[in-house]
């Protein structure tokens, strides 16, 4: 009884009404009072991670919860070795009016991969292991995603090299990594795919989502293949970004279940989205529904060169579409409650980076709000940005691997608001 109590307590909470969301929206967007306040601020020598108003410290042993203004701990789980290590991890949420084989399968869990390649159940509230399964000994599974949300995960290897002297004796290595795909709750194995290049070429990295397998290559190229009919239905299957960059571009199915499909570069943003062929419902084409473009100024630069002679020669060269001097997209997400698109930009300002959070329309691509960060970006080191309803975090690795987490809390100046009612 109390489960199914749970799970019509959960039906309220995303059963929202529509005009309830549209209000807090509202008060978000256009509030000239609202502001994100930093609140809270911690250092750890391991890696720091988040997930719906928790965060995770010394590799996800510790949790900790966001949703007050002082964090409190929620459980620690006993110390373990490096081989045991929790390396990725993803937050299961309980199915709504779903009936479930067990107590506890009602409360959220967390799925988590460790360094000695098992994949393991825990509980989100009590740390308690409740499943458990061996991946394999071939190679060495490091990556966790969802390919279908809260249904289907991908468990990804780490990408297989091949040493130097392997290399010199004329040794290739003809599989790049492996994907395992699995059902949750309980792990059932749907199948592991081979990434190999004979098959897809000089791919450089690859990912599943959506039961559609993506494929990267060095030249910007991406490949979308469908494990129904292969290439015989994905029309413009091929994206291709235009830029000259020493980062990558990335792809993946926008969050949202719309079905678009999101393609990240340094400059710009493409919403990509798939529509049926006329007069051929079973093939599907690519278009694009929106472009979020970076505020930067023409990255051709002329340089002026003095000779001997003393004649003054101007050079003309492109900046790279990642430079740090421009301003560039470093993390784009998905905010589903207040359906926003949220992305991280930097702009390299004289020895530090300066970045801001900005808020665009999900739909049309339009920017509503923006909200700089206060600390300094170094663009060497690994962030990751979080925005949760009124928070938002920042996690950044810093050198001699401390990592930091910043917790910044929305307020209300009434100061603010009071001088804006009198105008």
Not at 172 to 177: D, F, I, K, N
Not at 225 to 234: H, K, L, N, V
Request: hydrophobic share 35%; aromatic share 10%.
């Amino acid at each position: 009884m109390s489960s199914l109590k749970q799970s019509s307590q959960k039906l309220v909470t995303l059963l929202k009404p529509k005009r309830e969301r549209e209000e807090e929206l509202d008060r978000f967007l256009n509030s000239e009072s609202t502001k994100f306040k930093n609140v809270w601020t911690t250092h750890s020598k391991s890696p720091i991670a988040y997930e719906r108003g928790r965060i995770y410290f010394d590799n996800y042993r510790c949790c900790v919860s966001s949703v007050a203004s002082e964090p409190r701990k929620l459980y620690e789980m006993p110390k373990c070795s490096k081989s045991e290590k929790i390396e990725d991890a993803l937050l299961w949420e309980c199915p709504v009016g779903e009936m479930l084989p067990n107590p506890s399968d009602y409360k959220s869990s967390l799925i988590a991969l460790t360094a000695h390649n098992w994949l393991l159940r825990i509980s989100a509230t009590t740390g308690k292991v409740l499943e458990k399964i061996y991946l394999a000994s071939y190679c060495k599974f490091r990556y966790l995603s969802w390919d279908t949300p809260q249904e289907v995960i991908t468990v990804k290897s780490a990408q297989n090299k091949v040493s130097a002297l392997a290399r010199q004796a004329g040794i290739q290595q003809s599989v790049l990594l492996y994907l395992a795909v699995f059902h949750v709750l309980p792990f059932s194995l749907i199948g592991i795919l081979e990434i190999n290049k004979k098959i897809f070429g000089n791919v450089t990295d690859a990912t599943l989502s959506h039961g559609i397998l993506i494929v990267m290559y060095s030249s910007g190229l991406v490949r979308l293949y469908s494990f129904q009919a292969i290439t015989e239905q994905a029309k413009n299957g091929i994206q291709e970004m235009e830029c000259c960059s020493l980062e990558s571009d990335w792809i993946y199915f926008h969050p949202d279940a719309s079905g678009r499909i999101i393609h990240v570069g340094p400059k710009q943003i493409k919403v990509l989205k798939l529509n049926e062929v006329e007069n051929n419902s079973a093939q599907h084409q690519i278009s694009e529904d929106f472009v979020i473009l970076a505020k930067r100024e023409n990255g051709n630069e002329n340089v002026p060169t003095v000779t001997a002679s003393g004649r003054v020669v101007k050079k003309k060269f492109n900046l790279l579409d990642d430079d740090p001097e421009q301003e560039t997209f470093k993390i784009v997400d998905y905010e589903d409650e207040l359906d926003l698109l949220s992305v991280v930009a930097v702009t390299q300002i004289d020895a530090e980076g300066k970045a801001h959070l900005d808020f665009h329309c999900n739909e049309y691509g339009t920017l509503l709000k923006s909200i700089p960060l206060e600390e300094s970006w170094d663009v060497t080191y690994s962030h990751e940005v979080y925005f949760d309803r009124d928070l938002v975090l920042h996690i950044e690795q810093k050198p001699s691997r401390v990592f930091s987490c910043y917790v910044y809390q929305m307020v209300c100046d009434p100061g603010e608001e009071a001088a804006s009612d009198r105008s």
